[in-house]
């Protein structure tokens, strides 16, 4: 199935009345025809060719085509496999990200967090890998705890005095993913 | 061009007479003489008459750069009015010097079109 990341890029190919216009207004090029005394031929409004039907169908379906392909390809299209993957043998990939900077000490905030990792770690199966990232004064990035191990690590994390920075950690959770 | 002339004499000239018709009868002014015939044939091309066939062209000078497009089927009646009044101003200018205009076109057979005619004048 196909899939597009920027489905409002098909709007584009309302497009195609351009082409459509350009055939319905185009005036025919004159040929050239050479005539004795040009003393009582006057200039005249050169009519429209395609005024009741588009003049040179093929070039139009051509354009109108190229137009139906640009939109297209502004859409980024994708192929979507219609088959679910297998699943059997996977196990699933959980990752606690956990901010530990300054801001988590105030409001018990740092202490909802943790009671909030552990209901997670509870409902996690033995399947699981489970990563843990923290951010703070430092990042800490480390995969395949123990159950016992993690429940331990997430109890005891503290808070840090210096500003943490979310964006490294995304980094490292994203490096450890790719390990797993 | 009198000068050239036996004492009598019928002078045929073929052309579009499309330029210099104002001159032309002042010209031709010797034909008022008894000794002296001018027969003027106007050969045009069909097109010239009616214009071609066709929804739009540019069309070329012959003797000159000028181009004009136009399409014959909207100006073709003015045409046609034009031509024949142009015709008609031209053979009251000649028949005004007792020179006489025949308008042929170039699909007819020139050599035929003038025995015929020469012979209706000599039935005249």
């Not at chain 1, 031929?41 to 070039?59: A, F, V, W």
């Not at chain 1, 901010?99 to 009671?115: F, H, I, Q, R, V």
């Not at chain 2, 004492?7 to 000239?13: K, L, N, P, Q, T």
């Not at chain 2, 579009?16 to 002042?26: I, K, Q, S």
Request: proline share 5%; charged share 25%.
């Amino acid at each position: 199935m196909i899939e597009f990341a920027q489905p409002a890029a098909l709007w584009t190919s309302l497009a195609i009345g351009l082409p459509l216009l350009a055939h319905m207004a185009y005036r025919r090029v004159t040929e050239k025809f050479y005539f004795p005394s040009l003393r009582f031929i006057r200039p005249s409004q050169i009519p429209r060719m395609g005024k009741r039907r588009p003049s040179d169908i093929p070039l139009l379906l051509l354009r109108i085509l190229l137009f139906l392909v640009i939109s297209f390809l502004l859409a980024d299209p994708s192929w979507k496999s219609e088959t679910l993957p297998i699943v059997e043998n996977q196990r699933d990939e959980v990752f606690l990200a956990i901010d530990l900077s300054p801001s988590m000490a105030g409001w018990n905030g740092l202490e909802e967090a943790k009671e909030k990792a552990l209901e997670i770690t509870k409902e996690d199966n033995s399947n699981s890998h489970v990563g843990l990232v923290t951010f703070g004064h430092s990042t800490l990035g480390k995969v395949n705890f123990g159950q016992v191990n993690l429940n331990s690590k997430i109890e005891n994390l503290t808070h840090d005095w210096t500003r943490g920075n979310a964006q490294v950690c995304l980094l490292k959770m994203q490096l450890l993913e790719n390990s797993l | 061009m009198i000068s050239g002339l036996p004492g009598r004499a019928m002078v045929v000239f073929l052309s579009d007479f499309l330029e210099a018709e104002d001159n032309l009868a002042e010209k031709l002014r010797f034909s008022l003489s008894s000794r002296y015939e001018s027969l003027c044939l106007q050969v045009l091309d069909p097109d010239e008459i009616d214009l071609p066939d066709a929804d739009a062209l540019r069309f070329a000078e012959l003797e000159g750069d000028r181009e004009v497009s136009s399409s014959p089927p909207a100006i073709r009646e003015r045409y046609k009015s034009d031509m024949t009044g142009f015709v008609e101003n031209l053979d009251d200018n000649l028949s005004a010097v007792s020179a006489e205009l025949e308008t042929l076109t170039t699909n007819q057979d020139l050599g035929y079109a003038l025995r015929r005619f020469l012979g209706m004048r000599n039935r005249k």
